[in-house]
């Protein structure tokens, strides 16, 4: 069965440097999305993307955030400067009709 | 005003008991989908079950079905004949489809099932 799929799994780094997350949505997916979800909160949208430009973003979704889709496959979010307060689960989703589907996340620690 | 609302905190359940979560959504687009999500103790995000917005019948997937009262803006979630493995956090979630392509979560629920 066909699945969203997010690298790393997990990713530790210092705050100020710049942290990219890979995620491959389901092939014949059309929508897009980041989110992320702060330990032990619920779980909030970041953007959303659809045809090759962003859609749809949050107020989170600042100057510090940008997604790309660079090869067709890969869909990426990169965090410029991280903060302390970016340590989170990031999740990546992608739609087709009624059904989304969430990656496994990757869980980002900045120290 | 919250988009989601999920009231219930946390819920206990005897097993192969029935149980019912629940949500209330707040949009003006006459358009838009509610989703329910499951995400376990190791942290995944399962899709569970969706209602469009002008779906006449309430959803069904095996032993989940969604209540959907479009006059009340609810749309609960039940879980009949609960399993040990049904234990876990229940998101509510809605996308308005007109309004932008943004998904509102609820802060979730914690369901126990006992044995």
């Known amino acids: 069965e066909p699945e969203v799929t997010q690298t790393p799994s997990h990713q530790v780094t210092q705050m100020g440097q710049e942290v990219i997350l890979r995620c491959v949505p389901i092939?014949?997916?059309?929508?897009f999305y980041w989110y992320r979800q702060i330990l032990g909160q619920k779980v909030e949208f970041l953007v959303s993307?659809?045809?090759?430009?962003?859609?749809?973003k949050s107020e989170i979704f600042d100057d510090q955030f940008s997604v790309e889709r660079p090869d067709g496959s890969n869909f990426t979010l990169k965090i410029r400067s991280t903060k302390l307060e970016d340590s989170a689960m990031y999740f990546c989703a992608s739609t087709v009709g009624g059904e989304q589907f969430f990656g496994p996340g990757t869980r980002l620690t900045v120290l | 005003a919250q988009k989601i609302t999920q009231t219930q905190p946390g819920m206990f359940v005897q097993e192969k008991e029935a149980v019912t979560l629940d949500c209330t959504y707040d949009?003006?687009?006459?358009?838009?989908?509610l989703f329910w999500y499951k995400q376990p103790s190791s942290g995944e995000m399962i899709f569970l079950i969706y209602q469009g917005s002008y779906d006449q019948q309430n959803a069904t997937e095996g032993r989940y079905s969604l209540n959907f009262q479009k006059a009340r803006k609810s749309a609960n979630l039940v879980i009949s004949a609960s399993q040990l493995g049904d234990s876990a956090m229940y998101f509510c979630a809605m996308r308005e489809e007109y309004t932008g392509n943004q998904f509102y979560f609820g802060t979730g629920t914690s369901l126990t099932v006992i044995p």
């Open positions: 092939s014949n997916h059309l929508y």
């Open positions: 993307f659809y045809n090759n430009e962003i859609s749809e």
């Open positions: 949009t003006s687009d006459p358009s838009y989908g």
